[in-house]
Antibody, heavy 119, light 112 residues
Framework: EVQLVESGGALVQPGGSLRLSCVAS????????MTWVRQAPGKGLEWVAN????????HFGDSVKDRFIVSRDNAKNSLYLQMYSLRAEDTAVYYC????????????WGPGTLVTVSS | QSALTQPASVSGSPGQSITISCTGT?????????VSWYQQHPGKAPKLMIY???NRPSGVSNRFSGSKSGNAASLTISGLQAEDEADYYC????????????FGTGTKVTVL
């Protein structure tokens, strides 16, 4: 069974840093682009970033560009999101998701992890 | 990146059909066939319902269908059922700035 489980969400002060992890099971992430999506409380979905199978290509949403880094460890079947210079508006549930090959969609999602940025 | 435009809410009675629109530009919806739709129940992760404009993943009911015309995409739910009550989001690839994806503003579907 394909599963994704995020972890690392926490309460962090403005300006702080945090690293999220996503562990996959039931498939090998080696074969897939992977994506992070977030959702602020009571708000809609926001695309955050994605990363190519070998980690050699990444893309970011405008609101997180230059502050977030996405990486992966295929040997550990894991995806990461390193977040810097956190702001109150980064408060959200962060989901990792698997990309459907070549069609720009995400077929499996984790349950999400909550990041709260507040003093 | 600017979100795609969806109606805030759509409602219908059981058995009826409803359609949710998703309006973008030639840089996203109109320029690529990478439009997908997601269903999200409260407190749950999104679920993929339609990909590449009009394709259903395995296991998704054929009551859900997608289409696109110009810069707008649509999701139609036919034979509306109580369990269809949820939030729905469209998504598209966009070349507006750096290559990335953008979601719609979301539509709350209510089954009357």
């Amino acid at each position: 069974e394909v599963q994704l489980v995020e972890s690392g969400g926490a309460l962090v002060q403005p300006g702080g840093s945090l690293r999220l992890s996503c562990v996959a099971s039931g498939f090998s992430i080696t074969n897939y682009w992977m994506t992070w999506v977030r959702q602020a409380p009571g708000k809609g979905l926001e695309w955050v970033a994605n990363i190519r199978q070998d980690g050699g290509e990444t893309h970011f949403g405008d609101s997180v560009k230059d502050r977030f880094i996405v990486s992966r460890d295929n040997a550990k079947n894991s995806l990461y999101l390193q977040m810097y210079s956190l702001r109150a508006e980064d408060t959200a549930v962060y989901y990792c998701a698997r990309d459907v090959k070549a069609v720009g969609a995400n077929d499996y999602w984790g349950p999400g992890t909550l990041v709260t940025v507040s003093s | 990146q600017s979100a795609l435009t969806q109606p805030a809410s759509v409602s219908g009675s059981p058995g009826q059909s409803i359609t949710i629109s998703c309006t973008g530009t030639s840089n996203d919806v109109g320029g690529y066939n990478f439009v997908s739709w997601y269903q999200q129940h409260p407190g749950k992760a999104p679920k993929l319902m339609i990909y590449a404009v009009n394709n259903r993943p395995s296991g998704v009911s054929n009551r859900f269908s997608g289409s696109k015309s110009g810069n707008a995409a649509s999701l139609t739910i036919s034979g509306l059922q109580a369990e269809d009550e949820a939030d729905y989001y469209c998504s598209s690839y966009t070349s507006r700035s750096t290559p990335q994806y953008v979601f719609g503003t979301g539509t709350k579907v209510t089954v009357l």
